[in-house]
């Protein structure tokens, strides 16, 4: 096999429209070669299609896809060096798991193809199967088979288009575990699409996620969690607290003051948009704690406790009625009864915060498909 | 059967959610499924079984209509059957259906596939359409083709009317030179005749084909290009093989009844165009020599009995089947 120049993947400003709906909206992203890269995003975001006009399966109606500077965006999926592990895994009934592997190889006239699928099953781990047909495995093997046949190609970009969606919450642990493995094994660029957040965070070096065709916000998984641009973002990725403030003014030590319900809070400056004054001040549920520990503190009355070993999990309905959830480590600490009044507290710093114009809601339970 | 080892027990270890141990049993009414078989069974007994025996049995009397007829085991019937006109007719049947199915296979697949895939919300009408012809009598659509084919028919008249007899006259010493009309014209020639089978059998070919391809998953034919297959490759590599069952089946559909047809030999041939159908109808109902009709019957059955078990087992479908 001819050595194949590798490089970034670029998109710039694709767009994909599908009569009257515009799945991807003129979206640019960059790749770099080696990285795992999530596209993340609840059903209908534009992810898959994203992933499917990089394997060649639809064709933007504009912009252009490159790998390492050579055009792609018009080439049939057979004439770029891109391989997908698909959903429903897609391997062909009447070849065995070695035929399937070495398929690619052979469409390309690798002479080596056996010796190349039986290293590509041996990395998987299912040398064992090599002569069996695929409806005899069961799910996680097919998995395994459908990245043996895609990785053994030595893509320049692997696309995997939600590949552990079938499997069972257990099984997928494992797998992303292995498929981190393997990455960083083989060195190859891995695109990974999925709803599941915690998927997501788990893998990709780098994650893009989606909404309604559009990217809302790219970076390495503690970016976007510390510090999410949008509420979409916060709501999406793991629990968010927004409460509603206002910036009242500047306080010492590089801090604002701000007021929630009548009640003064002081947040990062750093953390506040330019020239911005009504605000949602987001903190995560683990940021806060039972207790007046912190420099800021709220009142409230604990609604709800359930216990999960590691930690509790508090509902407190503050004064004016809305509910903030707060994860109690179990450390130790004495654990609040539900009924009982608290008082609620953070560090100034450790929230972020958003424009107040965005829907609180935004991707609140936007992956339960 | 591998040892027990290592590989195994990682195998086993896959598989660790399997049910273990043999489920409840529980009273089962042991009637219920010879019950449903047997309406089937007694009709397949009446009217194929005894049949059938009656006809071995008649290919080994001896007699005639007038006197009557005795069981005497009279093998040499066969013999004589072979020897005296089967041979000609035989071969000549089975190059006509062979001919007549490969080209059925050849309008078919892609008709199958554009209903299959191609079609949107018109595929129950081309469904519809496929098997319209069986609205009207077998006998009634062979005699179509004569209006078709016929001297001054809608296929001459067409080509004079549109000025492109000239197509029509390559066409034709296209067929001349593969001998498959003698004359200048169409119609009681091996051409007619092929035509006539090929039309008459093609919803065979199409419905299983059909009824296969529907069910062929199209992300298989993604992911191939996506390995690099060229849409060729995707065909050969991918589609074929997973139609296969398909095509055995509608083949087989249309060969077997193709072989022993004689009403397109008879409507739309000549002379030299006589298949084994043919004889066996004149020997039953003309001749009334009933033994040698019957043996002859046999003799076809048990050559496509071969012919069809050797395909399968050739086109390795058994287990696709």
């Known amino acids: 096999m001819a050595a194949s120049e590798s490089g970034d993947l670029t998109i710039t400003a694709v767009t994909k429209q599908f009569d009257a709906f515009r799945a991807v909206d003129n979206i640019t992203l960059t790749i770099p070669q080696g990285s795992f890269f999530a596209l993340l995003g609840p059903s209908g975001c534009g992810k898959t299609t994203t992933l499917r006009m990089v394997a060649g399966l639809d064709h933007p109606t504009a912009g252009t896809i490159t790998i390492a500077d050579r055009d792609i965006t018009r080439l049939k999926p057979y004439q770029r060096n891109v391989n997908t592990v698909f959903q429903s895994y897609a391997l062909f009934p009447h070849l065995d798991i070695l035929e399937n592997v070495a398929f690619g190889l052979r469409r390309r006239g690798d002479k080596d193809w056996k010796k190349k699928s039986e290293d590509a099953l041996a990395l998987v781990e299912l040398s064992q199967v090599a002569r069996k047909k695929p409806t005899q495995l069961s799910g996680g093997m097919q998995q395994r088979v459908a990245l043996a046949r895609a990785l053994v190609n030595r893509p320049d970009v692997l696309l995997l ?112 948009p330019e020239g911005l004054t009504d605000v949602w001040i987001g903190v995560r549920p683990e940021k806060l704690r039972l207790g007046p520990g912190g420099r800021n503190a709220l009142q409230g009355n604990v609604t709800d406790a359930s216990f999960t070993g590691v930690s509790t999990q508090y509902l407190v309905r503050l004064p004016w009625g809305f509910e903030v959830m707060v994860v109690q480590q179990n450390d130790g600490s004495t654990r609040a009864q539900v009924g009982e009044n608290v008082t609620v507290s953070w560090d100034p710093g450790q929230e972020f915060i958003l424009d107040q114009s965005q829907d609180e809601d935004a991707g609140m339970g936007a992956d339960d498909d | 059967m591998p040892a027990w080892g290592p590989t195994m027990t990682s195998v086993t270890a896959d598989r660790a959610d399997a049910p273990t141990g043999a489920p409840k049993p529980y009273k089962r009414r042991n009637w219920v499924p010879y019950a449903l078989l047997a309406p089937g069974m007694i009709w397949l007994t009446i009217f194929f079984v005894l049949p059938t025996l009656s006809l071995a049995s008649q290919s080994l009397q001896t007699g005639d209509v007038d006197n009557g007829y005795a069981l005497t085991w009279h093998w040499a019937t066969y013999a004589d ?107 009681f020639s091996p051409f007619a005749v092929i035509s006539g089978l090929t039309y008459n059998f093609l919803p065979f070919m199409v419905l299983p084909l059909y009824s296969n391809i529907e069910r062929l998953d199209l992300r298989l034919v993604e992911a191939a290009g996506d390995l690099y297959a060229s849409p060729t490759q995707t065909f050969r590599k991918v589609i074929w093989p997973l139609s296969l069952p398909g095509v055995v089946a509608g083949t087989l559909l249309t060969f077997i009844p193709a072989a022993g047809d004689y009403i397109n030999s008879v409507l739309l041939g000549n002379t030299q165009t006589v298949m084994i159908g043919q004889v066996i109808d004149s020997q039953f109902l003309r001749v009334l020599d009933y033994p040698t009709a019957a043996a002859l019957s046999f003799i076809l059955m048990l050559i496509i009995i071969v012919i069809v078990m050797t395909y399968v087992r050739r086109a390795g479908t058994e287990e696709l089947l």
């Open chain 2, 81 to 187: 059957a072979l020897s005296r006109f089967f041979w000609p007719q035989m071969v000549r049947s089975l190059i006509y259906a062979g001919v007549a199915t490969a080209l059925a296979l050849l309008f078919g697949y892609p008709l199958a596939w554009f209903i299959a895939h191609r079609s949107g919300k018109w595929k129950t009408f081309l469904l519809v359409l496929v098997i319209a012809p069986f609205f009207t009598s077998f006998l009634i659509r062979t005699l179509a083709w004569q209006n078709i084919l016929g001297n001054s028919g809608l296929l001459e008249s067409t080509a004079s009317f549109t000025h492109l007899t000239f197509l029509l006259d390559w066409f034709k010493s296209g067929l001349r030179a593969l001998h498959l009309i003698s004359t200048d014209q169409l119609m």
């Open chain 1, 161 to 272: 288009d939600e590949p552990l969606g079938a499997l069972d919450l257990k099984l997928r642990r494992q797998m992303q575990i292995e498929l981190k493995r393997i990455q960083s094994e083989v060195g190859l660029t891995f695109v990974h699409v999925t709803h599941d957040q915690e998927e997501a965070m788990t893998m990709a070096d780098s994650i893009a996620v989606m909404n309604a065709g559009h990217i809302e916000q790219l970076g390495d998984p503690a970016t976007l969690y510390e510090n999410p641009a949008s509420t979409f973002v916060a709501n999406f990725l793991g629990q968010s607290n927004l409460l509603e403030a206002r910036i009242t003014g500047p306080a010492e030590g590089g801090l604002m003051h701000a007021t929630t319900h009548g009640i003064d809070v002081l947040v990062s400056a750093a953390r506040v």
